[in-house]
């Protein structure tokens, strides 16, 4: 039963059309390959960062999703949460 309840808030999510932000450009050409990619407390302390001086411009940050090896329901679910805090 969980798993069906899985796949519909699966099947909703890929109907959104999902705002990442790209400020940070150039930056994230070949980010994948480079360390910072797999630090994702670093990642996120970016984040907070970009939030606080307003230069976040999306729904999500794609270096969490490039950094992420979980899907992509968890990691909002996850961002969710922060934001609760």
Known sequence: MKNDKNNINREKLL???????????????????????????????NLAQCKKTGKFAGEFCSKLFIAGDEDLEELFLKDDDDKED
Not at 23 to 43: P, T, V
């Open 15 to 45: 109907k959104q059309k999902v705002i990442f932000c790209t400020e940070c450009g150039k930056e994230l050409e070949n980010y994948c390959f480079s360390m910072g990619s797999k630090d994702i407390n670093a990642i996120k302390k």
